[in-house]
């Protein structure tokens, strides 16, 4: 149903133009980078991938294909608003697409906050809100079933940014991302995102040869630490006691728990 219903839009966005934000203070030249940033793109520009946040916005805006393949929290969503907004200064469209409804959803109202009511629309199976609008989030089925039908609201597309592109390497759906990519003008600018692909480089090889040249950005730094546990009976034990090293004393209750069942 209609996402809107549920928690309702962002206070004061409801029909508003969106201000101009400045998104980039440190690029070296006066660029669209260093006028469209927000505290968002601050924190991540100063985190530990805040290199990777500002060259991969820089590759947006001269244009380039990108691929960015970084761990959650690094700052990919940045550079796909970024995206937007590019295209948006640029008077073109911008397509975000998802691979589940729940995600596209959550853009939607991301992408609402960011840009206002007014310009940003959303297309899944079930829903269709604002679907002139000039930044649409969508399911990536939507996209693949617009280029074969032709539609016309690939008018003045300026660029997508597919994110969970990961997705391509699907056995049962992984053919949408595929035919999405190999289908969409030559003109569209396209912005892949994710943060499991695990062959980024020969995957960006694929990209260039089918989209053009791909900047390639890739980053192995988790800003959010990922910690393992194993619960034993009503315990919850640490999976590794440093790097590669399995936690002794997990053995060690098994063995116990073994001895008391015999």
């Known amino acids: 149903g209609d996402p809107r219903r549920h928690g309702g839009l962002p206070p004061g966005k409801h029909g508003s133009d969106p201000e101009p934000v400045q998104w980039c203070s440190d690029l070296d030249r006066n660029s669209l980078a260093r006028r469209a940033g927000n505290r968002g793109y601050r924190a991540s520009r100063e985190g530990p991938n805040g290199v990777v946040v500002v060259q991969a916005c820089q590759a947006v805006e001269d ?69 002139d609008a000039d930044v649409l989030v969508m399911t990536t089925e939507v996209l693949r079933n617009m280029l074969y039908a032709n539609s016309s609201t690939l008018t003045n597309l300026g660029s997508v940014v597919m994110d969970e592109v990961h997705y391509l390497a699907d056995k049962f759906r992984g053919a949408v991302w595929e035919e999405v990519l190999i289908h969409l003008m030559e003109s569209v600018q396209v912005i892949s995102l994710s943060a499991t692909v695990s062959n980024a480089e020969e995957f960006g090889e694929w990209l260039g040869e089918v989209r053009g040249s791909t900047e390639v950005i890739v980053s192995e730094i988790r800003p959010i630490p990922l910690y393992q546990h194993v619960l034993i009976g009503n315990r919850l034990i640490d999976l590794f006691v440093e790097p590669g090293r399995v936690n002794p004393e997990i053995l060690g209750l098994e063995i116990g728990r073994a001895s008391c069942r015999e």
């Open 63 to 131: 244009g380039k294909a990108v691929l960015v393949a970084a761990p959650t929290g690094a700052g990919k969503t940045v550079v796909g608003e970024f995206a937007a907004f590019s295209s948006l200064s640029r008077g073109k469209k911008c397509f975000y697409t998802t691979p589940i409804k729940a995600l596209s959803n959550q853009k939607y109202f991301e992408f609402v906050e960011r840009f206002g009511e007014d310009r940003v629309g959303l297309l899944t199976g079930d829903t269709n809100i604002n679907s």
